[in-house]
């Protein structure tokens, strides 16, 4: 007899984490698993974005370094957007430092991204320091951790033994660690967040190695989050359609998939 999944809002409650627990009910509350990738270089254009796409994403999925004219100013603004259209925000730093080095690149300087930032995530590698270093910062903040178990680059190592260490990871911090960067489901931690990038519903590729899903592929394959970036706001799209577009394919896959 095949078991009955889990809503969102019902694997809230399992989850000690306390971000991981918003996540989900916000994504309940709004409908939508849709995460936007904000990678633009401009201040304004980053603000005009977020504005644009708030209203139909769970998450924002930042780069905050590769901004141009970053300041706090940015920060004050992305909070007031943040309330304004209930999201997450996800700086997308990549963490891969020994844990002394990362508590400093995650609290101090100039982006301090602790004091703003929901989740950030890591690459396993260090070993458990890494983790160690960053829940020393973010979990009295009641920040969340995700773990790079795999990515959606052609020729990633992300693969094999390095995947099974980093689930095994995970394991040990659950209070921390809320999920994995991943296309797929891990049956051994099934109730931790799975957030998958490269997702497109027009392109299967681009020039640089990047390989893309569709959001039906992942959320039948077990994502819980699809990570769309240039397919929303790129060269010729309109944001708001698109957006609405992405969330309505990745909120139809999820129900049918409950069904």
Same mark, same amino acid.
Request: proline content about 2%; overall charge neutral.
């Given at each position: 007899? +095949?078991?009955?999944?889990? +809503?969102?809002?019902?694997?809230?409650?399992?989850?000690?984490?306390?971000?991981?627990?918003?996540?989900?009910?916000?994504?309940?509350?709004?409908?939508?698993?849709?995460? &936007?990738?904000?990678? &633009?270089?401009?201040?304004?254009?980053?603000?005009?974005?977020?504005?644009? &796409?708030?209203?139909?994403? #769970? #998450?924002?999925?930042?780069?905050?370094?590769?901004?141009?004219?970053?300041?706090?100013?940015?920060?004050?603004?992305?909070?007031?957007?943040?309330?304004?259209? $209930?999201?997450?925000?996800?700086? $997308?730093?990549?963490?891969?430092?020994?844990?002394?080095? &990362?508590?400093?690149?995650?609290?101090?300087?100039?982006?301090?991204?602790?004091?703003?930032?929901?989740?950030?995530?890591?690459?396993?590698?260090?070993?458990?320091?890494?983790?160690?270093?960053?829940?020393?910062?973010?979990?009295?903040?009641?920040?969340?951790?995700?773990?790079?178990?795999?990515?959606?680059?052609?020729?990633?190592?992300?693969?094999?033994?390095? +995947?099974?260490?980093?689930?095994?990871?995970?394991?040990?911090?659950? $209070?921390?660690?809320?999920?994995?960067?991943?296309?797929?489901?891990?049956?051994? #931690?099934?109730?931790?967040?799975?957030?998958?990038?490269?997702?497109?519903?027009?392109?299967?590729?681009? $020039?640089?190695?990047?390989?893309?899903?569709?959001?039906?592929?992942?959320?039948?394959?077990?994502?819980?989050?699809?990570?769309?970036?240039?397919?929303?706001?790129?060269?010729?799209?309109?944001?708001?359609?698109?957006?609405?577009?992405?969330?309505?394919?990745?909120?139809?896959?999820?129900?049918?998939?409950?069904?």
């Amino acid at each position: 007899m +095949t078991t009955k999944l889990k +809503t969102y809002g019902e694997r809230a409650t399992s989850l000690p984490n306390k971000t991981a627990q918003e996540l989900l009910t916000l994504m309940e509350r709004k409908k939508s698993n849709l995460a &936007v990738a904000l990678d &633009v270089t401009t201040k304004q254009e980053f603000l005009d974005i977020a504005d644009k &796409v708030g209203p139909y994403i #769970c #998450c924002l999925k930042t780069h905050i370094d590769i901004l141009e004219d970053f300041d706090q100013d940015l920060i004050d603004k992305l909070k007031k957007l943040q309330k304004k259209h $209930d999201f997450i925000i996800f700086e $997308d730093r990549k963490f891969a430092d020994i844990g002394n080095t &990362v508590k400093h690149q995650y609290s101090k300087g100039i982006y301090k991204i602790a004091e703003w930032a929901d989740i950030v995530d890591a690459h396993a590698i260090p070993g458990d320091g890494i983790i160690t270093g960053l829940k020393e910062i973010g979990l009295p903040l009641n920040r969340g951790l995700l773990l790079l178990a795999e990515m959606s680059s052609k020729g990633n190592l992300a693969t094999g033994a390095y +995947t099974e260490a980093t689930i095994e990871m995970a394991k040990r911090h659950k $209070d921390f660690v809320i999920g994995f960067i991943s296309g797929k489901k891990f049956n051994s #931690c099934e109730e931790l967040i799975i957030m998958t990038p490269g997702i497109s519903l027009d392109i299967s590729n681009d $020039d640089l190695g990047q390989q893309y899903k569709t959001p039906r592929n992942v959320i039948e394959n077990g994502s819980d989050i699809i990570i769309v970036g240039r397919g929303i706001y790129g060269k010729g799209k309109d944001a708001v359609v698109e957006a609405q577009r992405y969330r309505n394919a990745g909120w139809e896959a999820y129900l049918e998939k409950l069904e």
